[in-house]
């Protein structure tokens, strides 16, 4: 994996303290199920401005000590996964995430997000 690309998230997130699921803006009552916790913390931490090394390098310094040997394995799967099901997208580039992409629901303002997915959605057809 080329650990040099940048990633960022392709859908809208709902947080609910520790809990991460997906959300469809427009029927915010039809929460998907909770992610587990570690496409929900990558799909957190995808916000197009960071690389694959350096989350490694942030996830790296959580533990107090030596990493667990398997981590770098287990977010390049992940990420792998994420890729697959297209929550998350790779590129060579610095990406600014349109608004409604940019927090979590709860803190959105709800009708800015829907114009701006809107204007996305009509911009790309």
Not at 48 to 57: A, K, M, N, P, V
Request: hydrophobic residues 35%; glycine residues 4%; negative net charge.
């Amino acid at each position: 994996m080329d650990t040099s690309q940048y990633f960022y998230r392709n859908v809208i997130i709902s947080k609910e303290g520790e809990k991460v699921s997906l959300i469809d803006i427009y029927n915010p009552d039809n929460k998907g199920q909770a992610l587990e916790s570690w496409f929900g913390l990558v799909l957190q931490l995808a916000d197009g401005q960071h690389s694959i090394e350096e989350l490694f390098q942030y996830l790296s310094s959580k533990y107090n000590s030596v990493p667990p040997a398997n981590l770098e394995q287990t977010i390049h799967s992940v990420i792998e996964r994420l890729v697959k099901l297209k929550f998350i997208v790779l590129t060579k580039e610095v990406t600014e995430l349109p608004y409604y992409l940019s927090l979590p629901y709860e803190q959105l303002d709800i009708e800015k997000a829907k114009k701006t997915f809107e204007q996305d959605n009509i911009n790309k057809n």
